[in-house]
């Protein structure tokens, strides 16, 4: 047997639609999973609108995570008609019971004029310094694209922040906004590694935009070097961050972070580290808890020592900051399970992870259904500061 009829006795045993009926389908807007089963190189030259993009040789691999459900209705198309007839077969065998192929493939769909996309792509250096992204299918080049175009505002360059900024920086997070008052001092470099010796004196924020900016050309640093406050938090807000990375080591901020951050809708992934133990959760307006929820009030002066007072391991905070750092991409992404509604606690000198759940105060002064802090406060004067 022939290629030809090889092709022929395939495309006997599926079914085939039309250009012009798939064109209804969409414009309908019918309940369809549209595929395109070209190589990457191909898709540069144009989309079906709506249509996901698996190459035909990961449709096997890939297929489950774009469609689940095997009586859902698909059409899948590629250059000529030919591979989608393959794929479509293929997705039949699989358990796939409403598979159809497109005749004629994109080139007849371009032939009749019907409206198509021109994708966004990834550069050659781009795919290759993402390449390990790119090949999850939770990420791919499209999740790339979304990491890339995001904002993340991070909260302190000292412990915590250091390695959170060092792995959203690598994972290609478009742009970083650093606030941070501080120098670099001699006693922060057993624990915050966006810092070196030769920079002792340097602002913290300029330090880590020469450190990240080194480790990836592709993004925006913005920097504050500014202590957060009710004065200014707004107007740093104001620049669009859509996720807040809280590496702080004082009360009085983390409260105003959080008041202000609910009532934005700006979810805050949450860190702390205290001698060997630390913990992480992951505060998203209105679907959880927020930080007053955990803690109603700040805590007295000096029932809180910072690092400065009580000591830290130099590793913790490099767990911690890159548990951060994960939470922050999942949400940028939109995988996975982040840690709304739960918070996880790490001991150290046990290596033992351990959960608690903690759920959304109904009478929170912030986010309850009544709330009595309505307006920016300042907690110096009751929080103990470094």
Not at 279 to 299: A, D, K, M, S
Request: a negative charge; aromatic letters at 6%; glycine letters at 10%.
């Amino acid at each position: 047997m022939n290629s030809s009829q090889l092709l022929q006795q395939i495309k006997n045993q599926i079914r085939e639609i039309s250009p012009e009926d798939t064109h209804a389908r969409i414009e309908r807007r019918d309940d369809v999973a549209i595929i395109d089963v070209r190589e990457k190189d191909e898709v540069s030259g144009g989309l079906i609108p709506g249509a996901v993009h698996i190459p035909r040789g990961f449709l096997e691999l890939r297929i489950e995570d774009v469609v689940s459900d095997r009586g859902k209705d698909i059409i899948l198309y590629c250059a000529g008609g030919v591979r989608s007839a393959y794929a479509a077969k293929t997705l039949a065998d699989l358990g796939y019971t409403k598979v159809e192929s497109m005749e004629g493939g994109f080139a007849r769909w371009k032939q009749k004029g019907y409206r198509f996309d021109m994708p966004r792509s990834l550069t050659p250096d781009q795919r290759s310094r993402y390449s390990r992204h790119t090949l999850l299918p939770e990420v791919g080049e499209k999740g790339q694209l979304r990491l890339l175009d995001s904002k993340v505002l991070m909260l302190g360059a000292g412990g915590l922040g250091s390695p959170a900024a060092l792995y959203l920086a690598a994972a290609g997070v478009g742009t970083i906004g650093i606030i941070d008052d501080d120098l670099v001092d001699a006693s922060n470099l057993q624990r915050q590694i966006l810092h070196n010796t030769d920079r002792v004196g340097m602002p913290k924020v300029e330090s880590a935009r020469e450190t990240l900016t080194k480790l990836n050309p592709d993004i925006k640093i913005v920097a504050y070097q500014e202590r957060l406050s009710s004065e200014n938090i707004n107007r740093i807000l104001d620049d669009g961050w859509e996720v807040i990375l809280d590496g702080l080591d004082n009360f009085a901020t983390r409260y105003l972070v959080n008041d202000a951050s609910v009532w934005r809708g700006i979810p805050v992934v949450h860190g702390s580290i205290f001698r060997f133990e630390g913990q992480v959760t992951t505060l998203i307006p209105h679907q959880g808890p927020c930080y007053r929820c955990l803690y109603p009030e700040p805590p007295p002066p000096g029932m809180a020592p910072s690092c400065s007072e009580a000591g830290v391991l130099g590793v913790l905070p490099g767990i911690v900051g890159t548990l951060e750092a994960i939470e922050v991409i999942k949400l940028l992404l939109g995988r996975g399970e982040p840690l709304a509604g739960r918070l996880l606690l790490y001991d150290a000198l046990k290596t033992k992870f351990r959960e608690v759940k903690v759920r959304r105060d109904e009478n929170c002064a912030v986010c309850g259904n009544n709330p009595t802090i309505t307006e920016l406060i300042d907690y110096e004067a009751f929080c103990a500061l470094a």
